[in-house]
């Protein structure tokens, strides 16, 4: 059961209705996947963007970019730029096996260099 936050959120009413419904959903039930069917699902499931999110326009965008951490493990990852906002960036790229994955950043703390289009 988790911690009883009533009195604390009693002044912020907003916070203790979305708190309220965030317990509801629960934890969920966890069931293990094998490779094969994690791709499937991801490859079904697109791209779904929140209602009001405005993509933030960037030259960048559909050109291929090296992202790596700025500070340490300085390790390229390659892939074309899908999407970006001041906070993230999300890359494409084709796996070992030839499929296609979405793989999304922080924008702070990664370097983004273009290397082609």
């Given at each position: 059961?988790?911690?009883?936050?009533?009195?604390?959120?009693?002044?912020y009413?907003?916070?203790k209705?979305?708190?309220?419904?965030?317990?509801?959903?629960?934890?969920?039930?966890?069931?293990?996947?094998?490779?094969?069917?994690?791709?499937?699902?991801?490859?079904?499931?697109?791209?779904?963007?929140?209602?009001?999110?405005k993509?933030?326009?960037?030259?960048?965008?559909?050109?291929?970019?090296?992202?790596?951490?700025?500070d340490?493990?300085?390790?390229?990852?390659?892939?074309?730029?899908?999407?970006?906002?001041?906070?993230?960036?999300?890359?494409?790229?084709?796996?070992?096996?030839?499929?296609?994955?979405?793989?999304?950043?922080?924008?702070?703390?990664?370097?983004?260099?273009?290397?082609?289009?």
């Amino acid at each position: 059961m988790p911690p009883d936050h009533s009195e604390f959120l009693a002044d912020y009413p907003a916070i203790k209705r979305w708190a309220d419904r965030m317990a509801a959903f629960g934890h969920g039930t966890y069931r293990a996947i094998d490779d094969d069917n994690a791709r499937q699902i991801m490859s079904r499931a697109g791209i779904a963007f929140q209602p009001g999110w405005k993509p933030r326009v960037d030259r960048r965008l559909g050109q291929i970019v090296e992202i790596m951490p700025d500070d340490y493990g300085k390790n390229p990852l390659e892939g074309r730029v899908v999407a970006m906002t001041d906070r993230h960036v999300t890359i494409e790229r084709a796996t070992a096996d030839m499929r296609t994955v979405r793989i999304h950043f922080p924008r702070m703390g990664y370097e983004i260099v273009t290397i082609g289009n």
